[in-house]
């Protein structure tokens, strides 16, 4: 099983809709196909694991080809790295349960400030 | 000299505090080890051979003398009263503890300093010329970039966790101080119709497959300065190999799929970072560039000057070697060697520290450069202020008149510190300087750069040395592979190996070999070593240091 994780902490599964996973290593001229397949339900952007920072830009470019709908990283994501998923255009982080317990509500309550000093969104304007 | 702004002193802080629960929860287990290596990366803590190492950032080399008091602060209460300046603009502390570092990083957000992305697979500390804003052949200060950059690529939430290290280096001159040819992405600033803007270079760099950066766009108008970089490096981040470690880095992306198919993406994905910048990010930078305002230079006369090298000898040579030519006239650009004979390339003791700190504050506008030859330069100084300054140097044992020399080496810390090392390299650096002071060779030599590595991974940048001496390990001895003709800068080349490596103790001799050969060959005096090499190629060399059977076989 697995826990959702969002600005007001953890939450279980209640996403019942599509759901069209996208794998880390999609190729760059796939995107703009799978922002127009999943709009209107969920893409869920793979990270296996916390190394792999792919899943950031996947995010950053889908939502730039116009996807609106609800954008999930899962997989082993750290507390550490919530502030980097939301700015990349996430809505939401799903980890594995051991993950949960080990990382608990509170770390991840620590970084819902992501709004908040960020030089990127800064310089964007 | 660029000052905080009430956001990067709120991000400092913020960060420090996010650091310290992170050394927390790894004690508490929340993070595992394995976890907390790239988060501990990020903000500049590894683990070296003996211990743990911060490595403190010193963007674009510019520090201020009260910065420089608080690094030898932070050497006395933290570590041995020592620091070690590095080859990327950097200072290394080689014996914090974990559970103190959270407090470092705090002493370093009270004077505008951090650790961040000093390490890990992130965009690193950019570099460039340590002459920057006072070189008299520059096209413009580089610095405003590359304070834009780092800003830019600080905490940026797509490139924490790239598939490997990731360097920029920016030069104003087109002499380039600044090595871009071997960094990931180099920068030079140029100007073109009255514009101001860059021509970029990608996929250079030096470790294990070391390779020339090639031009990926001829001129980069400022206003798309950001949005091309966020182009080439999320390019980067999904098409870089995250299989192999030793093939992740750009220049392996580049060099796999062609510079122009990769040039195609980069150029592609841009359309896209364009449309997601305003411009603010262009008023952002008007603001950086008012920073880096020069000081009010004075207007005294060079006449004592010119009247002190006339009378002391001591002066005239220090002034022949560590001066550099200032674009203002009655100023002058001083490196103060920090390559004392015999002793470890980079390092000042906490003494020295705040001596240079007190001398910017009297001779040099309170400013200081950390150059990527790991020496210190003390960027404005009137001339006329050079002969009190050069005397206060000398009573602080920093006067070492061997800029450019051979033993102004550049040489990684290796066994002595890196758990990486094959080999020493501080110590081979330490008696090729003695031995060739000892012989009186140094002087007649003149122009020479020895770079010394202690392993493959190659940051002593031995293959950009006109001399490159890289330690293996063969089958539990230490043997030691000479490359020559290496180059940085404008003619950037890497070394020809010469042939079988040597033993420990016949690296000076070989050494030796090559110099003697030089100074019989050579059209005159004022014909470089690197020069020489260019116009008769490695074969009179490699002759010196085998013998002329091996050649003719
Ligand atoms: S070249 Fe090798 S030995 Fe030297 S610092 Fe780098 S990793 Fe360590």
Excluded at chain 1, 48 to 63: C, E, I, K, Q, V
Excluded at chain 1, 64 to 87: E, H, I, K, S
Excluded at chain 2, 176 to 196: M, N, P, S, T
Excluded at chain 2, 253 to 258: A, K, L
């Amino acid at each position: 099983m697995s826990v959702i994780v969002r600005d007001d902490g953890f939450h279980a599964e209640d996403w019942v809709g599509e759901i069209t996973e996208v794998p880390a290593d999609t190729a760059i001229a796939a995107v703009a196909g799978l922002a127009a397949a999943g709009q209107g339900g969920m893409l869920r952007v793979a990270f296996p694991s916390f190394a792999d920072g792919r899943g950031f830009t996947l995010g950053r470019r889908l939502r730039d080809a116009g996807f609106t709908g609800r954008l999930r990283a899962a997989g082993p994501v750290l507390a550490d790295q919530y502030a980097m998923a939301r700015r990349s255009g996430f809505d939401e982080v799903e980890i594995p349960d051991d993950l949960a317990a080990r990382q608990p509500e509170d770390q991840w309550l620590f970084r819902a400030d992501w709004r908040e000093g960020s030089y990127r969104a800064r310089l964007q304007g | 000299m660029y000052k905080y702004s009430d956001f990067d002193t709120a991000f400092v802080r913020e960060r420090a505090r996010q650091f310290r629960a992170q050394v927390e929860r790894r004690l508490d287990g929340s993070l595992t080890e394995d976890e907390f290596r790239p988060l501990r990366l990020m903000n500049g803590v590894y683990l070296q051979l003996h211990a743990y190492m911060l490595r403190i950032a010193i963007p674009y080399g510019t520090i201020s003398a009260p910065q420089m008091r608080q690094l030898a602060m932070i050497a006395d209460t933290w570590d041995k009263g020592y620091g070690h300046f590095t080859t990327r603009q950097n200072i290394q502390f080689n014996w914090p503890k974990l559970v103190d570092i959270p407090d470092i990083i705090d002493a370093l957000a009270d004077v505008e300093m951090h650790a961040i992305q000093t390490s890990g697979n992130t965009i690193r500390n950019v570099t460039t010329d340590a002459f920057a804003g006072a070189a008299a052949d520059e096209v413009a200060d580089p610095r405003p970039i590359a304070e834009l950059i780092r800003q830019w690529s600080t905490d940026h939430p797509e490139f924490q966790f790239l598939p490997r290290k990731f360097k920029f280096a920016i030069t104003g001159s087109p002499a380039d101080r600044a090595a871009i040819r071997v960094h990931d992405v180099g920068l030079q600033v140029v100007e073109k119709g009255g514009q101001r803007g860059v021509r970029v270079y990608v996929g250079g760099g030096l470790g294990r497959t070391p390779m020339i950066g090639q031009l990926l766009r001829d001129f980069l108008p400022e206003a798309d300065l950001l949005p091309y970089f966020e182009a080439i490096v999320s390019t980067y981040n999904l098409m870089g190999r995250r299989d192999n470690k030793y093939k992740a880095r750009i220049k392996i992306t580049v060099f796999e799929n062609g510079i122009d198919a990769f040039r195609e993406q980069v150029e592609a994905e841009f359309v896209r970072t364009r449309a997601e910048f305003t411009g603010v990010d262009q008023q952002i930078l008007k603001e950086i560039e008012a920073e880096f305002a020069p000081p009010a230079f004075k207007n005294d006369p060079v006449d004592a000057f010119e009247a002190a090298k006339a009378v002391d000898p001591l002066f005239r040579r220090w002034s022949a070697r560590n001066l550099t030519a200032h674009r203002v006239e009655n100023h002058a650009i001083v490196t103060v060697s920090l390559k004392e004979h015999g002793k470890t390339p980079g390092d000042a003791s906490s003494a020295q520290m705040r001596i240079l700190a007190d001398l910017a504050e009297r001779y040099a506008y309170g400013e200081l450069r950390v150059s990527h030859e790991q020496n210190i330069v003390l960027p404005h100084v009137a001339k006329a202020d050079l002969p009190a300054l050069f005397a206060e140097l000398l009573r602080a044992g920093l006067a070492t008149p061997n800029i450019g020399l051979v033993s102004d080496i550049i040489a990684c810390p290796g066994m002595d510190y890196c758990a990486l090392a094959t080999a020493r390299s501080i110590p081979v650096a330490e008696e090729i300087a003695t031995h060739f002071k000892e012989i009186g060779l140094e002087d007649e030599v003149g122009k020479m750069q020895i770079k010394i590595s202690g392993c493959i991974n190659a940051c002593g940048h031995h293959h950009i040395g006109h001399i490159g001496i890289l330690g293996l390990d063969r089958a539990g001895v230490e043997n030691y592979q000479i490359t020559l003709g290496g180059d940085e800068g404008p003619a950037a080349a890497i070394g020809d190996k010469t042939g079988p490596g040597f033993a420990y103790d016949e690296v000076v001799p070989a050494i030796e070999r090559i110099l003697r050969a030089y100074l019989d060959l050579r059209a005159g005096a004022d014909e470089a070593f690197i020069d020489t090499f260019r116009r008769l190629g490695a074969a009179p060399f490699k002759e010196a240091l085998y013998g002329v059977s091996r050649d003719a076989a």
